[in-house]
């Protein structure tokens, strides 16, 4: 874990004369580091689509020289995520897996090893798998929600953990107070991907983990209409070693993506909100659905671990994802007679989607790995969109009807 602390450096704020106003997540959304532009005080901050900066003479470095090490409207979001955060540290990165990599790079060398949830997103285990075990870096791949086997893992040379709660797609929640405690002795790092849930409804960094990590592609920006990453921590150290990683192999967010990137933050609380609402209404229909074998929703009362997500998570979030009867055949009818709900591989925005995990987000796995992380041919995620709820369980009948009517047939 890491000790190293520094607090957020000054700057003109939107406003500001404490942070108090910005304990509700909804304000620190909105006014959360955001500045003022000194000289139009435009309320929303400019798009610095700028590659380079002129320097006044020589062999005095300004605080901006070039885009790939520092931009200012990525700056912009930068402060703005840490505000919601609230961790000191915040860097956007051009896309999730941008992030995720600089993370590894800066935490790890040859020898060192690495443990991962089990159930991960795919982009992740094919980074530790594909790029960084060729490297001599092990990934020791475990069941983040049962304590103990993390800490059965866990080698002197073990650097970073690396854990996304709830899991993709079975929701499987990790006790991140309880990860924390256990690794406070041990100098491998917490990194919690936290894009599921967001800082709306999950601050990991209160609960022990040193780095916070996002694909701010899905809920953040939430509208599908840009990738970005980023990572967040309270450690300084750590963050001087991943600005190197960006600026060193380019990864770094783009200033009209950070830009996109800002304006769908501001309304995150309210989304996570609304879609953790959508969500819970659509995952109590679907258990009532005879073609439906089983329904994982974290708020719902059969969900195994509801007393652990409950209190460690402030909502449900907007992913449902459920099984029907049959096989793949089953699967492809279904979603074939979708019409609002849309197949996709994606997810966090306000259009609802739905994935199959076995053949989309999961089809590197092979069928005993897939069968052992709960994912069947028939397992399906749906992303609860804004949409009225009405409308998408409306879809959804329809679809498990196309299925029952055939079966009637065959
Ligand atoms: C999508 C996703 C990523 C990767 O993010 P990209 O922006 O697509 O690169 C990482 N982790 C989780 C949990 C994701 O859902």
Redesign the pocket.
Known sequence: MARSTTQPSGHSSLGRSSSVAWRHPETAAIRGGRTLDPETRSVVAPIHQTTTYAQPTIGEAPEFTYSRAHNPTVQELERALAALEGLPHARAFS????A?TALVLATVRADDHVICSDVV?G??ARLLDQIVAPLGVRTTYVDSSDVGAVVAALEPRTRLVLV?TPA?PTLKVSDLGALGDALRDHPALLAV?N??LTAALQKPGDLGADVVVY????YIDGHNVS???ALLTHDSELVERIDLVRKTTGAIQSPWNAWLTLNGLKTLPLRMKAHSHNAHTVAQWLQRCPEVTSVSYPWLASFPQRDLARRQQLGGGGLVTFSLNGGLEESRRFVEALELVTLAED?GATETLITHPATMTHGDLSPAQRTERGILDTTLRLSVGLEHTDDVISDLEKALGALSRREQVA
Do not use: R
């Open positions: 896309t999730g897996m941008a995720i997103y982009g992740t996304e993709n991907d894009t599921f694909s701010t592609t899905k990738l970005g990453g997810l």
